[in-house]
Structure formats: structure tokens, C-alpha cells
């Protein structure tokens, strides 16, 4: 009952702030794009906008909603209910998560009709959203200024997006399938294209996912936990 209060309060502080009415702008945008790639390879190009997309939306979103939060001293309400700190972070990913998969779902469906792995693109779509929602949470936690949280964004991003020159084959390196985005590229890239990838990449793909979606669950709750209620101990 906590979560599903704490889902539906997230649910319409990001309508009363616009983020999905802005969100469907950026959308529309995204399709015409697509639309002035050439057919042969607008399906790899729509790959790579949905893999970006999910990353940069829960990243910056997050950040956006959490400073919000912190001008307004939600935060400070919220945490003198019985509500535990991992439930609103649960509550955060199931609302932009959602957000996530139906855009992409929509990109998708634009630009390559319905000629896609759904299961495995949808799936890697949402691993991606969580995991980079939860890296927003820590980052934002111990900042206060959209600047700050911007300039952080180029810290985190970076070295994060490298691995997929490895995909690509123009950095090959093993060490780049541990990162995330090397995992998610492989889903949302492979749930696009004639040519899937091979099932032993398809389950480490998923298995790295999930591994960062769970060590970054416990980071983004500790962090909270730590700058912005002031415990230094957790109850996710």
C-alpha cells in the first residue's frame, strides 16, 4: 500500500510539472528524425536513439525531479511518513521506467513497424531505465544546483557510453561487457536488427543488467539515506 501511494504521488508530481507532456515533444521529434535516415538503416539509427533514450531520460529526469523536490521540501515530509527509502526509490523507477518502454515501444514501432524482438527490446529498454535512475539518485543526492547536476552528468556519462564503440568495432575490448550500456546497446541493437546477437552475448547482456540494476538499487538507497535524510544507516 506504501509503494503503491508512493507510485501515485510520483505519478502526479511529474504530470503537475510537465515532464510528460515534454517528454511526448521530445517523441515526436525523435520520429522525424528517424524518418530522414534512409529505410536500410533507420532501424539501427531508431536502435540507437531508444538505447541513448531510456539512459538520458532517467538520468536527467531523475535529476530534475529529486531537485524539485529538494526546493519544494517534499523530501523532508515524505521521509517523516512510514514510507521506506526503498520504496521511493521502487516508486521513482516503475514511473519513468514506464515512461521509457512506451516511448520506446512507439520509436520502435515508427521506424521499423513491428519487425522487432519485442521481449528483448522492451526488457532492455526497462534494465536500462532502472539502472540509470538509480545512478541519477546517487549523483543528485549529494547536490543541490541543476548546474552542479548537470556538470556531474558528464562525469557519470562518459565513461559509461564508452563501451559502445566495442559494439560498434571500433574499440573492441572485453572489459566493456561488464558495463551497462555495452549490455543494453546488445539488447536494444540486437532486438532491432535481422541479425540477433548470439545467446551467450543475449545472457550476459541480461545478467550484467540485472547486476547493476541491484548493486545501484542498494547505492542510489544509501546515498539517500546518507545526503539528503542525514542517516548514515538504511531500511530499503
Not at 528524425?33 to 531508431?46: E, M, N, T
Not at 538509480?134 to 562518459?158: D, E, F
Amino acid at each position: 500500500m506504501r509503494l503503491l501511494s508512493a507510485f501515485r504521488f510520483q505519478i502526479v508530481l511529474q504530470f503537475r510539472h510537465g515532464f510528460y507532456y515534454a517528454y511526448a515533444v521530445v517523441c515526436a521529434l525523435y520520429i522525424a528524425l528517424l524518418f530522414l535516415f534512409a529505410p536500410g538503416v533507420r532501424s539501427q539509427a531508431a536502435a540507437f536513439v531508444i538505447f541513448s533514450d531510456p539512459a538520458v531520460l532517467g538520468f536527467f529526469f531523475i535529476g530534475g525531479i529529486i531537485l524539485l523536490e529538494k526546493d519544494e521540501n517534499t523530501l523532508q515530509n515524505l521521509f517523516v511518513t512510514p514510507i521506506r527509502t526503498g520504496e521511493y526509490v521502487i516508486a521513482k523507477d516503475i514511473s519513468l521506467s514506464v515512461l521509457a518502454v512506451l516511448t520506446s515501444g512507439i520509436i520502435a514501432a515508427a521506424a521499423n513497424g513491428f519487425n522487432a524482438n519485442w521481449a528483448m527490446l522492451l526488457t532492455g529498454v526497462l534494465l536500462t531505465s532502472v539502472v540509470f535512475i538509480h545512478i541519477g539518485i546517487a549523483a543528485v543526492s549529494r547536490i543541490k544546483t541543476l548546474n552542479k547536476y548537470i556538470i556531474s552528468a558528464v562525469v557519470y556519462m562518459i565513461p559509461l557510453f564508452v563501451p559502445i564503440l566495442d559494439y560498434y568495432g571500433i574499440l573492441p575490448f572485453w572489459g566493456f561487457r561488464l558495463f551497462p550500456t555495452w549490455a543494453s546497446i546488445l539488447l536494444v541493437g540486437g532486438a532491432l536488427s535481422p541479425v540477433p546477437p548470439v545467446i551467450g552475448d543475449i545472457v550476459l547482456a541480461y545478467g550484467v543488467l540485472i547486476g547493476w540494476a541491484v548493486l545501484s538499487y542498494f547505492w542510489a538507497v544509501n546515498w539517500i539515506e546518507r545526503y539528503i535524510i542525514g542517516r548514515k544507516g538504511g531500511k530499503a
